[in-house]
Each structure stands twice: as structure tokens, then as C-alpha cells.
């Protein structure tokens, strides 16, 4: 937890109590947390209704934000000029709260005007799962599970993206060269917005005063997203932005700098513009994260593979035009010591599957050599067709891949395995989880189920519950039962109540779904009998 809280001794809880915390202010001096059972308390000097509580002027002991609580709040994003915040709460269902300043509509409310307490965002975004927000003076960039962008607020450089110059209050989707293009991260100038592709490419839009987009165009502005230059292969892995610069790491360790340097921002030995990307000093080694920030005050700062923290730009009142090593160990510890000091969390969804890892990674190695028939040294053959596999890798991940390669089993010298009781979309996306860690979340539920089924017979843990992960956020009428009858079969209690809430929260549409089948008429009698308990109690 950051040093920050240091300054009110944690409020008397326990550090393991709180799961994260925003610190912010001219001063820091308003502060909101959120605990582990989901209660999320504010205090501070309550600027413009900033601390979301509903209360006017200054909140001197913790106070519950009534609106956060309960929603499984994963992280804030904010923004804010003076004593003038506005502020995003991500929720772990991909919903989005925002309150604060919102002269520009930058709230994605529908409204203008202060909002003094978190009010979940509508309109396009209700049906969505948002992973990352991105604030810039007076606009917002919201990232979606699919790769979408959605902007809304101020766009008088068009930093909206939508090929005008209108301001929106609700959120609108962004086309025009992100069409059928899947976005992993974005991030905002003040005025301008930028949106790193899958590909390890860089679009950016708005205001281009002094060439701060790296585009090829000398217009003061652009409002449709075009293509950085400049960058041709090279592939970028992370993009941050302070008021009028960006900062572009890629995926070999290096990182990229244009826009304004008038406080050596770029990091590059001077204080001149920089109109297209170019690398910054490369003394630092490879580096593996970078940081900015939109206030002037701020430092940049970078983190090498050997943990080494280096700092530049506006660093203690001081211009700094090239990395200095520190002594700090952590971006929190930088942006603590900055003034004014602030927690740095620029958060993006853990469930975001999409994002490219570090080139030469060990992850990325085990990616190739999944179902690679020439390095793999065993196959099973479902529905006829092969998949390529290597034996140790199974075994460390699996008990039952363990018994079976290094047990007694008889025909243990044998090559290959055939699989009959799973279908191959399951079986192969349950084999490649074991080389990359991850589950494609866009998968159908009817595959997640089968998914469900071999994860829980091979008796691995972590892939269940990722699988449960995905049936609850996509738990539809249609496969309630069905999901619910695996969850009892497994013992998934959890699950089993989530899905019998679900129904009694959707019993008229689950009748309308009803037919002759056996599980799902003891499914709905199960709910009726769970409902008339509670009405007895």
C-alpha cells in the first residue's frame, strides 16, 4: 500500500484490510479507500464534490461512499485541474462509475454539471465490460473486453475520434481506421488520444498542435484516428501520455518519446520538440514499464528489467533532459515523492486477455511450441485430429497428466492418446491454457461448459475457476440450467447460488425459455422452492 496512507496510519486498519486506495489532491489531502469486504470510505477536503459522498465542504472522518460499496470496485482512474476533479471507478463486472466535474459531459452521464456522487455510465457502455479508462482534460477514452473504444466529453480538436468537432455526453463508439481492429490499451493527452492496436501499432487523433500526434500531417487537428509514423517494425507493448507527449515502450525494452519537451519530458537530452517518435537514451538497459502523468509537476519515469527506477523531466522542481537512476523501487514511491504526491495506478483490467507479452518472453517461447508437431513429443487425436504436445509440461500442471506419463499406466511408451469424451474445441483450448496461461473470453458458453468438464476432470484449479469466471459474467437464461447442473456435479457452491440468484432475478424470461427438459424443470421447481423459503423466513 502506498506511503501515502502513512499520513492517517492506514485509518486504523490493517494493510491486508484495504485492497487499494486513491490518493489525490492540490495537497493530497482527499483520499478514498476500499477494503476487502467491499466497503469503499472516503475523506478529505471534498473539492466539487469530489469524494463522491454526496456531502458538501470538507469530510473529516471516513465516510462511505454508499454508491461504490458492494460493486467490487478494481480500480480509479482520474483527472483533475486545481481543486476541479472527475473521477472513474472500474468495477470487476466491467461497469464504470463517475462523478465529480463534468462541464464537458467528460462524465459520460448525458449530463453537464457536478456530479456529486458515482453514477454508473449507460447509454453504449451498459451492455459492455470496460477494462480501462483513460481521462484527458476534458474528455474520456473507455476500452472495452472486445478492443472497443468508446469516447465522450469535450471535442474541440476532435479528440473524440468521431470525424467532428461536436462534444458528446454519452459514450460513442470510435471508428474509422479502429474498425475491425482490436485496441489493448489507450491513453489521453489533454486535448489529443491515442490507441494501441494488437498489432504493436499506434493510432492517434485530436489536437496535433506542434506535431505532439507523430503524424505525418501538418494539421493543427485530426478527428479520426490516423497512424503514427515513424514506428514501422516496431511493436509497442505499452503508451502512456503527459499534458502533451507521449511515451512508447516496445516489446525488445525500448522506449519512444514525441510531442512537446519544454521540461525535457522526452527524456531525449533536450528541451526541443520532437515531431516523430525517436528512441530516448538507451543507457537504462532493457526496460520493462513505463509511467506519466497529465500534471506539469510530475516526473516520467521508467522501470529496467534489473528493477532499476529511473526519473526524468520535471523532477522536484529540477529539469531533468535525461534518465537519472533513483533510488525509488516502485512508481508509487516516485509519484509519492512528487509534487503535489499522488498514488499512481493506471489501471487496466486483469481479464484483459488481448495484450501482447514481452518479445522473447517465456510465455511468448511456450506459445510457439504449442502444437508444434516438430519440438512436441506426444499428440492426443480428438474427433480425429491431432494436437501437439509436450509431456513434462503436462505433468507439471496436472496430477492426473502426472499419474498418466509417470505412473504404471501401460501403455505409457505410446505417442499418442485418443480422447472420445470431449469435443476438440474444449480439449484444445484446455491444452493450450497449459502454454499461455490464458482463456479466450469471447469463447462460446456452450464451449466454456465443455471447457469446465476437462479442467475439472485433469483437476486443474486455476482453469476452473477462470472458467467459472466466464460463466458468471456471460450466464444467460439458455444455459442457466445447464450450468447449474455442472456447478452441483462439481460441488461449485458458489456457482450454484449465482445461478439460482440469476434466475430468481430473471423468472419471467426463464419461464418463457422453459421446455420438457429434465434438468431445467428441476431447475426452475429448485428456484420456486428457494423463493417460497425465503418469503416463509
Not at 243 to 250: G, K, P, V
Not at 404 to 420: A, P, T, Y
Request: charged share 20%.
Amino acid at each position: 500500500m502506498s506511503k501515502l496512507l502513512l499520513k492517517w496510519d492506514n485509518f486504523g486498519y490493517q494493510n491486508s484490510e484495504i485492497r487499494t486506495a486513491l490518493v489525490f489532491g492540490i495537497n493530497a489531502e482527499n483520499v478514498i479507500i476500499v477494503l476487502q469486504n467491499d466497503e469503499v470510505l472516503a475523506l478529505g477536503t471534498n473539492q466539487i464534490y469530489c469524494l463522491g459522498t454526496g456531502v458538501e465542504g470538507e469530510v473529516k472522518e471516513l465516510k462511505r461512499i454508499e454508491n461504490l460499496c458492494g460493486q467490487r470496485i478494481e480500480g480509479f482512474e482520474f483527472t483533475g485541474v486545481g481543486c476541479l476533479f472527475c473521477l472513474f471507478a472500474i468495477c470487476e463486472s466491467g461497469s464504470v462509475f463517475s462523478w465529480g466535474g463534468n462541464g464537458y459531459g467528460q462524465l459520460g452521464l448525458g449530463t453537464t454539471g457536478y456530479t456529486q456522487v458515482p453514477t454508473k455510465i449507460l447509454g453504449c457502455l451498459e451492455q459492455k465490460k470496460v477494462v480501462q479508462v483513460a481521462c484527458g482534460g476534458d474528455h474520456t477514452l473507455a476500452l472495452t473486453s472486445e478492443g472497443e473504444v468508446y469516447a465522450f466529453g469535450r471535442n474541440a480538436n476532435g479528440e473524440l475520434g468521431l470525424g467532428t468537432t461536436d462534444r458528446h455526453f454519452l459514450p460513442q463508439r470510435v471508428g474509422g481506421l479502429l474498425d475491425g481492429k482490436i485496441v489493448t490499451s489507450v491513453a489521453c493527452q489533454m486535448d489529443s488520444s491515442l490507441a494501441l492496436l494488437r498489432s504493436g501499432q499506434i493510432c492517434a487523433w485530436g489536437s496535433n498542435l506542434r506535431g505532439k500526434l507523430g503524424l505525418p500531417s501538418t494539421s493543427v487537428q485530426e478527428c479520426s484516428p490516423c497512424m503514427v509514423l515513424g514506428l514501422e517494425g516496431v511493436v509497442i507493448y505499452k503508451i502512456v501520455c503527459g499534458i502533451r507527449f507521449t511515451l512508447a515502450l516496445s516489446d525488445d525494452g525500448k522506449i519512444y518519446s514525441w510531442g512537446d519537451n519544454f521540461r525535457g519530458y522526452l527524456g531525449n537530452g533536450t528541451t526541443k520538440i520532437v515531431k516523430r517518435p525517436a528512441i530516448i537514451s538507451q543507457e537504462m538497459g532493457r526496460v520493462k514499464d513505463i509511467a506519466a502523468t497529465q500534471n506539469l509537476s510530475h516526473p516520467c519515469a521508467a522501470i529496467n528489467e534489473k528493477n532499476h527506477v529511473y526519473c526524468w523531466g520535471s523532477c522536484n522542481d529540477q529539469i531533468v533532459e535525461k534518465p537519472m537512476l533513483t533510488s525509488f523501487s516502485s512508481f508509487d514511491e516516485v509519484y509519492v515523492d512528487a509534487s503535489p504526491p499522488i498514488t499512481y495506478h493506471r489501471f487496466q483490467s486483469k481479464n484483459t486477455n488481448y495484450g501482447r507479452k514481452m518479445k522473447g518472453s517465456v510465455i511468448e517461447r511456450f506459445q510457439r511450441a504449442f502444437d508444434n508437431p516438430e519440438t512436441t513429443d506426444f499428440a492426443f487425436i480428438v474427433e480425429g485430429k491431432k494436437i501437439h504436445v509436450h509431456k513434462n509440461l503436462l505433468t507439471v500442471g496436472s496430477d492426473v497428466f502426472k499419474n498418466l506419463f509417470l505412473g504404471n499406466w501401460k501403455d505409457s511408451h505410446q505417442k499418442e492418446l485418443i480422447v472420445e469424451d470431449h469435443s476438440y474445441d474444449a480439449f484444445y483450448a484446455f491444452l493450450k491454457y497449459f502454454y499461455t496461461d490464458e482463456i479466450d473470453h469471447e469463447i462460446p458458453p456452450e464451449l466454456v461448459l465443455d471447457l469446465y468438464s476437462v479442467a475439472h476432470f485433469y483437476q486443474v484449479t486455476d482453469l476452473l475457476d477462470e472458467c467459472e469466471k466466464i460463466l458468471k459474467s456471460g450466464l444467460s437464461v439458455q444455459i442457466a440450467a445447464a450450468v447449474y447442473e455442472k456447478a452441483i456435479l462439481f460441488g461449485a457452491k458458489d456457482l450454484c447460488e449465482f445461478c439460482m440468484k440469476f434466475c430468481k432475478e430473471h423468472l419471467l424470461e426463464v419461464l418463457e425459455n422453459f421446455d420438457s427438459d429434465d434438468c431445467k424443470r428441476e431447475f426452475i421447481l429448485e428456484v420456486y422452492r428457494r423463493a417460497a423459503n425465503q418469503k416463509k423466513n
